[in-house]
């Protein structure tokens, strides 16, 4: 069975830092995808970002950027210029590409707070 | 466009008492999903369906059981509510193409007592 691992419960860094927050996962498959979600407090969970593991370059939208090493089984988000509405759980996910809709393994999660 | 939408919002059950949630999505999505999140646990998966009139079991599904009534609603029902059962339950739907993300609906926080 694949796994996700967040080794950071909880963060805090100040508003305008630059933060990254880990996500390690456990796979024998070659062929997945991965994704990042922001759960606000509002409770709504939102799509951040997604990499597809046959691409070496890593995605990146506005602010958010991923470090991906496949070898290594890691996923970090990288979240520039942090704001106060980045405050929120974050969760890494991973589905496997070769087809079948088993949805989403998620990690446990990494509460992320913006300090003003 | 609704996306997911998911009832009710809050629940207080009774140990014992049963009950349904409902969810339905307006995206002509095939696959559908229950999760529970629990504090430290991250989201789990209790059953899905791949497309109408299918449905597998997740990680978690004794106490539960699910009900794809057509391609835009898939319910969970609790027969006999437990307070291991206390949780927040997300319903999420997707396209069948594995690169596509889930689209969750807001969740339903549901006390058992």
């Known amino acids: 069975a694949q796994t996700v691992t967040q080794s950071q419960p909880e963060m805090s860094v100040q508003e305008a830092e630059t933060v990254t927050l880990s996500c390690t996962y456990d796979?024998?498959?070659?062929?997945?995808?991965l994704f990042w979600y922001k759960q606000p407090p509002s409770r709504q969970m939102i799509l951040v970002i997604r990499?597809?593991?046959?691409?070496?370059q890593n995605a990146t939208e506005n602010r958010f950027s991923v470090n991906f090493q496949k070898a290594a089984k890691s996923f970090s988000l990288k979240i520039s210029d942090s704001q106060l509405g980045d405050t929120a759980m974050y969760f890494c996910?991973?589905?496997?590409?070769?087809?079948?809709?088993?949805?989403?393994?998620f990690g446990k999660g990494t509460h992320l707070i913006i300090q003003p | 466009n609704a996306g997911v939408t998911q009832t009710p919002k809050f629940q207080v059950l009774k140990t014992g008492q049963s009950m349904t949630l409902q969810c339905a999505q307006d995206m002509n999505h095939n696959s559908m999903y229950w999760y529970r999140q629990d504090p430290g646990m991250g989201l789990r998966l209790i059953y899905y369906s791949a497309s109408e009139g299918t449905t597998d079991k997740g990680e978690v599904p004794n106490g539960y059981n699910v009900s794809r009534l057509n391609k835009r609603e898939f319910s969970l029902r609790l027969e006999s509510a437990a307070p291991s059962q206390t949780s927040v339950y997300f319903c999420?739907?997707?396209?069948?193409?594995?690169?596509?993300?889930?689209?969750f609906g807001n969740g339903t926080r549901l006390t058992v007592t």
């Open positions: 990499q597809e593991a046959y691409k070496q």
């Open positions: 996910a991973w589905r496997y590409s070769g087809g079948g809709a088993d949805g989403l393994t």
């Open positions: 796979t024998s498959e070659s062929n997945y995808y």
């Open positions: 999420a739907s997707t396209q069948t193409a594995e690169n596509s993300p889930l689209h």
